[in-house]
């Protein structure tokens, strides 16, 4: 399907080919015509300057109008003018001024063309019949002009002809333009047409993969079109559907893990309490201290595993953005101090998302950012919060960033850059966000900081 529509585009571009060379073949044509005007003017204005007395035109001065010399040159001016069809013959000398005219019966004024067709009147000068460009008279019709030299005498001879054979030229030209117009046109609703038809399916793939290399597996792919695309389609959610399932079954493996390890974790956290109870030696005091605090530590890793493995569903409900804000830093108290962070909010809005998947959320990229900073210097991890079709929610920091290997897997399960830490807060921020219909990004890290920026849908 996709190649039959490709052979429609390519038809579309052979017809657009075609009509440009139709273009092409007509200023062809025009150039040999006018080539050929051209040469017969010439051609005439050399002959009239052979049947011409030079000398006696030569001795034309103003003043001589009423003069019977002037008036026999003039009249077999006109009597060549009539016999070669021309519109005008005008006999100048070598500064334009006009000694003979069938258009004007003056003499000294300089000839209309003179400026225009300064270099072929040179040329003529030199014994090389030439002919100029086209123009248009008042008239709107299209002429040409050739020169002659006159001799014996330094003089130029110039016949103006009606140019009527590019008339039908122009003619051509306009119906051409016209169907290549009405051909452009057409050939662009055309390709509207068939690029829609084939690019949405393709826009929709290319949505989906961008969802899927983001990590989000939880919108199918559209399976639209015909043919390869449909294949495409079909093809790419088996893959999502797999990596589902593949990251489920981890999931339930890790899960099953720490479900096994709390229970027998929960009677050393018993045994242990006991044991504290029951000596009273200090020494031995403090060593069970150490024991019930490690298995607190682990205590709280295993329910971290849990929580990521079988998140609770969320309880969406509005709720404002601030205060959910105010309490995640309220648990974040002491690093703040500890690493002099300053925090900083800007703007507020309401939002409909589970409020302790968003604290948690807030909690976590919050311990990233502290992490990140450095307690030489005054830090801010900024919050901003704007309105438009989504609820935007940036929190930037002011610590040393991260290297683009480690951006690129900021989300995965159990990777950390750091020396202490299992990897699953980003992890767990994000599934936190997707389960309320939204989203996390990285959208900077460099030595200036890191930008987080959350989307939800507007409330």
Known sequence: M???????????????????????????????????VGEKLSAIAATVSSQLDATLISMLNPGDENTRTFSNLRNRLTQMKAASGMERIVVMDPQGRVWLDTKIESIGL???????????????????????????????????????ALAPVRGVVAVEGSAASLQAINRIESTLFQIG?????????LAIITSKSITRP???????????SKGRFHRPVPASGRGEVAFLAHT???????????????????????????????GIELFAGLLNDEIDRPELKEKTKKILKEAGNLKILVQNFLDYARPIQPRPKQCRISEIWHEAIALVKTETLTKNVRLQLDGDADIFVDPQHLKQ??????????????????NTIKMSVSVDKEVLIGIEDQGAGMTPEAA????????????????????MAKT??????????????DDQGTLFELRFPAF
């Open 181 to 189: 117009v009405f051909s452009i046109v057409l050939s662009f609703f």
């Open 408 to 427: 690129k897997r900021l989300f995965d399960p159990f990777f950390t850059d750091k020396a202490n830490g299992l990897g699953l807060g980003l992890a």
């Open 361 to 378: 959320i807030f909690l976590n990229l919050l311990l990233n950012s502290i992490q990140a900073t450095s307690a030489s210097r005054q």
């Open 110 to 148: 300089t000839y209309s063309r003179f400026n225009f067709d300064y270099i072929e009147i040179m040329q003529a000068l030199e014994r090389h019949p030439v002919s100029s460009v086209l123009f248009k008279a008042e008239n709107d019709r299209l002429y040409k002009s050739g020169y002659a």
């Open 236 to 266: 790419m959610e088996r893959m999502r559907q797999n990596i589902l399932q593949r990251d489920e079954e981890q999931k339930a493996m890790l899960a099953g893990v720490a479900h096994e390890i709390r229970n027998p974790l929960g």
């Open 202 to 212: 393709l826009s929709r793939l290319q949505r989906a993969v961008e969802q899927i």
């Open 432 to 445: 936190f966000a997707e389960k309320n219909n939204g989203s996390i990004e990285l959208l900077k890290s």
């Open 2 to 36: 996709i190649r039959k529509r490709l052979i429609l585009l390519f038809v579309v571009q052979i017809a657009l080919v075609l009509l440009l060379a139709g273009f092409y073949l007509r200023y062809h044509v025009a150039a040999v015509l006018e080539q050929q």
